[in-house]
């Protein structure tokens, strides 16, 4: 069992949702229907925040919220410290820049450190 917690929350609490899909801990979720989620796909429009654990399809997810969060998430390529961050393959995250990310409506944060494929990249959430 993947746990996850972000590195800062500001307070916020998670949230639980039912699953529509298998998720591991630290994938970014998105909404799949009504009150479910699934791990998130590339350029995602309805990010809803980051599993808390491991969860079944059709189990319940806690789920930390994007916003105002510092996160660290699994890169699928390169994500450079300031680049707009937006959602990859499998519940990862991606770079993009930043005026164009938020214009298409994918932003869902700002990288504050430099990595690679594969490793967690720390950024600040937000909407």
Not at 39 to 60: E, I, N, R, Y
Not at 77 to 101: C, E, K, N, S
């Amino acid at each position: 069992m993947a746990d996850y917690t972000p590195i800062y929350t500001g307070g916020v609490v998670p949230f639980t949702q039912t699953t529509s899909g298998v998720v591991t801990g630290g994938q970014v979720l998105v909404a799949s229907g009504v009150d479910t989620v699934a791990a998130a796909g590339a350029g995602s429009l309805v990010t809803v925040g980051v599993a808390a654990h491991d969860a079944p399809s059709g189990g319940k997810v806690s789920v930390w919220p994007i916003a105002n969060c510092i996160h660290e998430i699994v890169t699928t390529g390169t994500v450079t410290a300031l680049d707009g961050v937006v959602t990859a393959t499998a519940g990862t995250v991606g770079t993009a820049a930043i005026a164009t990310a938020a214009a298409a409506g994918t932003l869902i944060g700002t990288a504050l450190n430099t990595k690679t494929t594969g490793l967690k990249v720390k950024f600040l959430g937000r909407y």
